[in-house]
């Protein structure tokens, strides 16, 4: 996994020791973090962070842009959005030992694409596969656009974590 230059300085030992602790904690009962707040606070970034953590351990992760998904199970017909789905189930990314879903919950999808979000939910939720999810909304804000299946296996999945703090893209102005 190939992290973006702007996140090259992300690093875990960097984080809140609080933070640090509530991901291990996590990570060892086989959950996950949904690390939430405002635009440009830093949750991208953490995220790399403890992906970097996870990489050290010679632990397999996949990074991926949640629109990113949504667009090709949009953008792909039955038959295929069934392929894509065996495979991201079957030998790909979702059974990697850990995933990271970033900007999750930020459009209104469809029923078809939440459907799809819910199958990749359920199978690391099932199989106890650490989740570590990034999004502007809390779990209670979240619950209008993605529905009370998908809110319910995220609350079961993570815990959430609130990322306070100025928005750091405005530094780079």
Known sequence: M???IIYKEADFSKLDKSLQEIVTKQFSKGKGVFLCGKAGVGKTHTAWAISDMVEARSLRTDFYK???IMFWFRNIN???SRELLEEMVGDGSLKKNYL????FGSNKESEFTLDCMTMILDYRYENKLPTVITSNASFD???ENVGARVYSRLIGMCKEVEI???DRRNDEI
């Open 100 to 103: 990271f879903l970033d900007d």
């Open 66 to 68: 949640v629109n990113k």
């Open 141 to 143: 804000e979240l619950l």
């Open 78 to 80: 039955d038959n295929d």
């Open 164 to 166: 306070t703090g100025k």
């Open 2 to 4: 190939i992290k973006p």
